[in-house]
């Protein structure tokens, strides 16, 4: 089989990581082997970005180019480095968030000219493009009682910021989604763990049966 590469995306506390560790479970059980992965991150290198990104005071005031910068070389590394040899390699990889998230959070929410950002984008990835992209809507409210609940009141530089910005985020996303709806699946967030396991579950395996079914959102 040729590889797969799936993405995660969407809002902070909309679900991605339960997801991906829900997906995982399912693969193990089903001896399916897969590679798992997350942005910024995924190698050295990505880690010790993230690290800037998230929570080194150093990140303090950082400009919304150097920011757009740094989620770029986390990903150059990342797609030379992991991505593309496990693709090549026949894997199925799972990505937790990759380039959509640039798109949207630097190129709509911090209203980065989105043609340099997509120039950016394109420099660092190459030709290596997500299959599938399951991107988890909800409104971002809900999403951040979640997130607030979960980190104890320790939130990282970009939950800090105002709700516009997690609105203007998911405006994105459902325009990107929009846009490439063949890609990219919009899925409800605010239904139960377990139906959205499901629901991701079935789009899954019928990509992995290569019958590509049309988003109807
Ligand atoms: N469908 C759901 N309904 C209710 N709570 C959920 C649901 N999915 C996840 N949660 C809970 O919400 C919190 C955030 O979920 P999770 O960490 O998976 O989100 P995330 O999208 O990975 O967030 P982040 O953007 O911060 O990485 C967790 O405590 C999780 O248990
Ligand atoms: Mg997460």
Redesign the pocket.
Known sequence: MAGLFIT?E??????????I?ALKARFEASGQSFVQTREPGGTPLGEAVRNLLQHDAAGEGMSPEAELLLFAASRAQHVRELIAPAIAAGQIVLC?RFLDSTTVYQGVARAIDPQQVQAINQFAIGSTRPDLTLL?DLPPEI?LA??H??SDGQLDRM?QEAIEFFQAVRQGYLALAAAEPERIRVLD?????ES?EAEIWDIVQSKMNGSITANTN
């Open positions: 995660f969407g809002g902070e506390g909309c679900g991605k990581s339960t997801q560790a937790d988890i999403g979640r997130v609940k979960r939950e967030g605010n239904q139960s763990i959205l």
